[in-house]
T-cell receptor, first 113, second 114 residues
Framework: AQSVTQPDIHITVSEGASLELRCNYS??????LFWYVQSPGQGLQLLLK??????LVQGIKGFEAEFKRSQSSFNLRKPSVHWSDAAEYFC???????????FGAGTRLAVHP | SAVISQKPSRDICQRGTSLTIQCQVD?????MFWYRQQPGQSLTLIAT?????????ESGFVIDKFPISRPNLTFSTLTVSNMSPEDSSIYLC???????????FGPGTRLTVT
């Protein structure tokens, strides 16, 4: 079965600290993976995507993610968090050729000053 | 990326009534989708809106409850019928263009059913 697991429901970090949000997926073939961010009043925004090739992908707002096939993981990282990064982050799996997106449960990030 | 608008942005409705949500895109897109986000939860795909034909519904969603129209390549509507408090959610449309492999989301419609 195709699924996405985000083990951490809430994460709190201090401003300026590094961040890693975990994501594990279950999929029978090479997955298409995304990270979206949902901020109050701003809707869902695509941060980055992985389809194939280089396993370290760069996104907007200084985010990056690393695809590890052996661990079925696609963790999101940022070296230095800003207060404006406080939001809900979703790891998303695209179901093959069907355009269907399967969302993880989300991780809510809080940033302390 | 496409610019997507939804109307209304929010509404409070009485149980037993219906609400139609509109999704408008500023360019022609291949695919349009409708998602539901229940309070404190993640997004779940309701259906794919097909232009000129019936929508394709996901398991657990039926046309009688969530009728969908897509008369052209830039517009779609989702109706939430015979509403109950359990239908209180954010409803979002998304779009994808051919060859893009990326979906972009509208701002959402926050529905409260009393």
């Amino acid at each position: 079965a195709q699924s996405v697991t985000q083990p951490d429901i809430h994460i709190t970090v201090s401003e300026g600290a590094s961040l890693e949000l975990r994501c594990n997926y279950s999929y029978g073939a090479t997955p298409y993976l995304f990270w979206y961010v949902q901020s109050p009043g701003q809707g869902l925004q695509l941060l980055l995507k992985y389809f194939s090739g280089d396993t370290l992908v760069q996104g907007i707002k200084g985010f990056e993610a690393e695809f590890k096939r052996s661990q079925s993981s696609f963790n999101l990282r940022k070296p230095s968090v800003h207060w404006s990064d406080a939001a809900e982050y979703f790891c998303v799996l695209r179901s093959g050729g069907y355009n269907k997106l399967i969302f993880g449960a989300g991780t809510r990030l809080a940033v302390h000053p | 990326s496409a610019v997507i608008s939804q109307k209304p942005s929010r509404d409070i409705c009485q149980r037993g009534t219906s609400l139609t949500i509109q999704c408008q895109v500023d360019s022609q897109v291949t695919m349009m989708f409708w998602y539901r986000q229940q309070p404190g939860q993640s997004l779940t795909l309701i259906a794919t809106a097909n232009q000129g034909s019936e929508a394709t519904y996901e398991s657990g969603f039926v046309i009688d409850k969530f009728p969908i129209s897509r008369p052209n390549l830039t517009f779609s509507t989702l109706t939430v019928s015979n509403m109950s408090p359990e239908d209180s959610s954010i409803y979002l449309c998304s779009v994808e263009s051919r060859g893009s492999d990326e979906q972009y989301f509208g701002p959402g419609t926050r529905l409260t059913v009393t």
